[in-house]
């Protein structure tokens, strides 16, 4: 845009105030920044033309606790967003923020609306140390709710939130940029967004920010609940951003704690580094709900040591835990989840219908998909439901629990291609395995006696014919496997194909679990079915073994596409159906019901493409496939039979001697009207009937007509009487219509 148009554009909003106050214009009307924010009053609007705005008034900007919005010309358009930049030049010497929100009587009242920040680059800012300390440098909350919308946060430098601090407020942060930024002072590890109370983070991307002695950077969030003095009432959302090689620090005391629908992907793990971290010290409690977050692409840097997607932990007597539902982990080297405590903490977790895919590969033999531990009198009363593992190094890994809590329940996973399916330690006691399926894995269980597993599918026949267990094929739709990429001979290329784990009809799993289990409030299994139904139709409801509840979804029938056949002379078609479009979603195989009626008589076929005989006329042929359990709506299909066409035929001789030295008998046929000789296939020789002799010569004749020549004495072996008899010659058009004629001709002796 030419400067031309933002002068424009300028005088246009200058002259506009709407309901909610006034426009206040930089640098055309206010020559700084805070020029503006020291003019305007709530409700007005701080409009900043593009360009780099650097120096005093254009840093360390205040909004003196106004409830004001400051932004770009345009928040939602990237390319002004990068162009308006505020410049802050910070040093260590001479440190300069960005934006700073401070109420001026402590924290803001609710009834209070709350201060924006829009569509703005923030860079270079550096926050002043104070008591050895620097907190937020691009952006400074201090007992206020902020909401800072698409703005690019991008080099700046603090100890604590290098990008954004907030202390007892509730900021929300959305669809921002923040990359770049650095910790101060050579710390080791920082975090990008740091925030002490509540907060709503959602829709950002957060990237490449990291140390100044190259590890990445430690967290990019972390939301402490809870600051001196106050109650257990802080909450924070945290959904749908994008962290690149960052995760997120939770800890303190937070009631409500929501993280969902994120992406963390290409982390580089070091010491005891996860993308979610949940650590508490005594007295301490986070509840939390994690959920539809994907997590994918971990991996150790050469410092090794160990870390994963999620951790939660605690000292003392520390309280943490919630719900771990509908996440996906897929290529993690390292620990999907962990959850692990000391001295008399709580960890209080369910994990539910979560995904794991090639995790648990890591430096430690107790890395795991899962994997929980814990030392003194640790209570990990958490349950592991409905959860899919598959080419994990090691599913499940339970060890160090003391022997005076038990572990809570461990009830219908499926874990399939893994190395090793579940692995207790030695101190684990009273574990109760039930209604899981483990198949195809290197060893199913280690360390885990026959009476701690019940109503399972395992390849382990030291566990099948007791409590209930099996050893039998799963049946799933469609397993995973390795495809050999085309080089049977070469491993190195192979590709892993994801299978389908849900079971087919024949399944032995099916209604196999403990038939006591009692689903909780709303329980779903792996795909969000209900979660206990009568899948035999047996008239009894038990749970199925595995992760999925098989539901058994009807078949749909195709009858194919509607057709039209031509009759013989005998006025029937030979008629092929085709059901093969036919499906089943849960891949059960098909079987097929064809019915049609003629004349009142019903009649049946049973194949996918039975070939059947149909007269003249409109046929309405009906197809119910069913899959060994339901059967499907019908489908129908219109078949029509076309009639021949009949011309006028004339053989000679009119009287046929039998001992005649005649070889020939002649036929000619006059086509009907409105065919010409063009349409006839006169590659298809004329058949003579009865005895379906084919011509031995044939020519086109005058008058639109076709002559053939018939061998005598074929025809007469086929006419054994004598007397008069009624001959007929059919031929056949290029569209596949046959025509036909008739005549009477005399035999004799």
């Keep these: 845009m030419c400067k031309l148009n933002y002068l424009v554009l300028a005088i246009l909003l200058f002259l506009a105030v709407s309901a909610y106050g006034a426009y206040r214009l930089v640098p055309s009307v206010h020559p700084t920044i805070q020029a503006a924010i020291d003019a305007a009053v709530n409700g007005d609007t701080v409009v900043i033309a593009p360009g780099i705005y650097t120096g005093d008034g254009n840093r360390d900007i205040d909004f003196l606790g106004k409830a004001i919005t400051v932004r770009s010309i345009d928040p939602n358009d990237p390319d002004i967003v990068a162009a308006t930049i505020i410049d802050c030049n910070g040093t260590e010497a001479e440190p300069h923020r960005g934006f700073i929100f401070q109420f001026p009587n402590g924290e ?4 209070i609306p709350c201060p924006v920040l829009a569509g703005l680059t923030i860079r270079n800012a550096r926050a002043p140390f104070n008591s050895g300390i620097s907190r937020g440098g691009g952006i400074y909350c201090d007992g206020s709710n902020p909401m800072i919308q698409s703005c690019i946060l991008r080099q700046n430098m603090a100890i604590e939130g290098t990008a954004i601090y907030s202390l007892r407020g509730n900021p929300t942060i959305s669809k921002c940029i923040i990359t770049e930024n650095l910790p101060s002072k050579d710390q080791p590890f920082t975090s990008c967004i740091r925030v002490i109370g509540s907060a709503t983070i959602n829709q950002n991307i957060i990237s490449q920010n990291s140390s100044i002695i190259g590890f990445p950077d430690d967290f990019a969030v972390s939301i ?3 600051y001196s003095g106050r109650e257990h009432s802080d909450s924070a959302e945290v959904y749908e951003n994008t962290f690149i090689d960052s995760g997120i620090e939770i800890g303190g005391n937070l009631k409500n704690l929501i993280i969902a629908n994120n992406v963390f992907k290409d982390l580089q793990m070091r010491m005891d580094k996860y993308a979610i971290s949940i650590r508490n010290t005594s007295g301490n409690r986070v509840e939390a709900i994690i959920r539809g977050n994907i997590f994918s692409n971990f991996f150790y840097n050469d410092r090794g040591a160990f870390g994963g997607a999620i951790k939660i932990s605690g000292t003392g007597d520390a309280h943490n835990g919630g719900i771990i539902e509908n996440n996906t982990f897929k290529n993690i080297n390292g620990d999907g989840i962990r959850l692990s405590g000391t001295g008399n903490a709580v960890i209080s977790s369910t994990i539910q219908n979560n995904r794991f895919d090639n995790c648990g590969k890591g430096p430690r033999p107790d890395c795991a998909a899962i994997r929980v531990g ?14 899919l593992f598959y080419r994990c190094s090691t599913a499940i890994w339970i060890g160090g629990i003391s022997s005076s809590h038990q572990f809570g329940k461990f009830e219908n996973n499926t874990i399939v291609n893994n190395v090793i ?3 207790k330690g030695s101190l684990v006691y009273n574990l109760k395995i039930s209604g899981c399926v483990l198949w ?6 280690v360390n885990i006696p026959i009476s701690e597993v019940t109503y399972s599918d395992t390849n382990d026949i030291n566990y099948a014919g007791t409590n209930g267990n099996i050893s039998l094929d799963p049946c799933f739709v469609e397993p995973g496997y390795w495809d050999p990429n085309g080089t049977p001979d070469d491993v190195n290329d192979d590709f892993w194909v994801d299978g389908d784990y849900n079971l087919l009809v024949r399944s032995p799993c099916i209604d196999a679990g403990d038939p006591r289990y009692v689903p909780g409030p709303n329980e779903r299994d792996l795909d969000g079915n209900t979660r206990v139904v009568d899948g035999d139709r047996d008239g009894n409801t038990v749970v199925d073994m595995g992760a999925y509840e098989y539901q058994n979804t009807p078949p749909v029938a195709n009858a194919g596409a509607e057709q039209t056949v031509y009759a013989g002379i005998d006025g029937f078609a030979d008629v092929t159906l085709d059901g093969s479009d036919s499906n089943d979603a849960d891949g059960d195989e098909l079987s097929y019901k064809w019915t049609w009626t003629i004349d009142a008589n019903t009649y049946e076929a049973n194949s ?29 299909v219109n078949v029509t039979v076309v009639a021949p066409l009949q011309g006028r035929l004339k053989i000679t001789p009119t009287t046929i001697n039998r001992k005649s030295n005649q070889p020939h008998i002649q036929a ?13 296939d006169s590659s298809e020789p004329l058949i003579l009937y009865p005895g379906e002799i084919k011509a031995t010569k044939q020519s086109f004749a005058a008058g639109n007509g076709i002559s053939a020549d018939f061998n005598k004495d074929a025809v007469m072996a086929a006419v054994p009487e004598n007397g008069d008899k009624e001959l007929k010659v059919a031929g056949k058009l290029k569209s596949g219509r046959y025509f036909y004629g008739c005549d009477t001709v005399k035999v004799i002796k």
């Design 608 to 636: 996918v493409s039975p070939t059947i005989e149909l007269p003249i006329g409109v046929h309405t042929i009906q197809l119910v496939v069913n899959d060994g359990y339901a059967d499907s709506a019908p489908d129908d």
């Design 374 to 387: 814990g030392t003194g009198g640790v209570a990990i009363d958490s349950s592991i439901i409905g959860n």
């Design 108 to 111: 803001r009242p609710r009834s």
């Design 421 to 423: 399916g579940i692995n």
């Design 668 to 680: 000619i046929i006059q086509m009907p009207d409105g065919i010409a000789m063009r349409d006839i």
């Design 440 to 445: 195809d894995n290197v060893t199913d269980f």
């Design 224 to 226: 402490w609940g809870e």
